[in-house]
């Protein structure tokens, strides 16, 4: 096995978070093993098709979590928040003192799952997005009191092949979910309402597309291949008394920032209710 080679994965509830960091880690080409459960077959059979990844479904398998997770050393939770408790029963009994377990989920505490899993399983807490597709998440870790240094660097050198990590105490990871983990919808947002701006000035449906997407990805590509500050890059687009200036001026008018502020305290105040069980 080379160095770089992580130990045998399971990810159990291989959806929009579980898959794109399936994906990521596959690309990375550093995964010896995965093997990834959802609830239907048309699912799985998606999955199967990822070189080296055994894609299993309840539908065909009721035991497939248990199948998974008996053989695995570190387990991926990614299943909805709501499904995690009765997940960690079913999977409990075949955990192994050693099994490294890693929560996906917004709003369960690491405490529920040492509840449920009982001692001599480490337990770490994740907040990823969905840019681990293609090697660009932001995955906030958290380390349980059971999660040693050593499995505490496991973790963060698989989520590290699918892009940044922070590590940061528990207390946080919510505040960093409403930044990061719900962040790229945010910017799916802007990039839809921007191509609405484009629509609304009479062009065609593909060329607003084009003008609104392509602006956010050349300008991230920008703000990456530069490393220059974002107000210096915005600068750099608003002439003095030009256009750029106006437009700038409407939405810092809107109070873009109290928006953002408002927006991600919402998001923080579900985390917490979703933490008391609502
Ligand atoms: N989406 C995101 O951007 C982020 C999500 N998260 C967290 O990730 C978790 C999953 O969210 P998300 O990926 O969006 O949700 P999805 O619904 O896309 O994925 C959940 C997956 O779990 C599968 N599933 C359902 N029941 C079971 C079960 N009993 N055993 C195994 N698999 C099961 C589903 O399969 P099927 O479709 O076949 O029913 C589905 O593929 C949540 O806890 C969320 O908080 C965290 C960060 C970001
Ligand atoms: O919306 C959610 O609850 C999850 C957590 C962060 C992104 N998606």
Redesign the pocket.
């Known amino acids: 096995m080379a160095n770089d080679t992580l130990p045998s994965i399971a990810i ?9 960091i399936l994906q990521g880690l596959v690309r990375s080409g550093q995964a010896s093993q995965v093997t990834v ?4 077959s ?3 059979a998606a999955l199967s098709e990822l070189t080296g990844v055994t894609s299993l ?2 539908e065909a398998d009721p035991t ?2 248990v199948t998974a997770a008996a053989s695995a050393d570190v387990i991926l939770v ?4 709501v ?2 408790p ?2 960690l029963r079913e999977i409990a009994p075949v955990l192994r003192p050693g099994t490294v377990l890693v929560s ?5 505490t690491i405490d529920t799952f040492e509840e449920i899993v009982g001692e001599g399983i480490a337990v770490l807490r994740s ?4 840019p681990a597709v293609v090697g660009k998440a932001v995955t906030g870790v958290s380390a349980g009191p059971s999660a040693s240094s050593a499995e505490a660097a496991l973790v963060r050198r698989l989520f590290e092949t699918c892009g940044a990590v922070i590590e940061l105490p528990e207390a946080q990871i919510d505040a960093l ?1 409403t930044i990061s ?2 962040g ?2 945010y910017v799916f947002l802007l990039i839809e309402d921007l191509t609405e701006a484009a629509r609304g000035k009479g062009f065609s449906d593909a060329d607003a597309r084009l003008m609104a997407e392509q602006t956010f990805i050349g300008a991230a590509a920008l703000l990456a291949a530069t490393g220059e500050d974002p107000a210096e890059l915005r600068r750099r687009v608003t002439s003095p008394k030009g256009t750029t200036e106006r437009a700038i001026a409407v939405l810092q008018g809107a109070h873009l920032d109290g928006v953002f502020a408002e927006a991600t305290d919402a998001a923080l105040a579900r985390a917490k209710e979703m933490a008391a069980g609502a």
């Open positions: 159990l509830g291989a959806g929009s978070m579980g898959g794109a459960t959802n609830r239907t048309a699912k799985a479904s309840l497939a979590n990614g299943v909805k928040p499904l995690v009765e997940l996906l989920a917004a709003g369960v907040m990823p997005n969905t979910s983990g719900s790229p919808a």
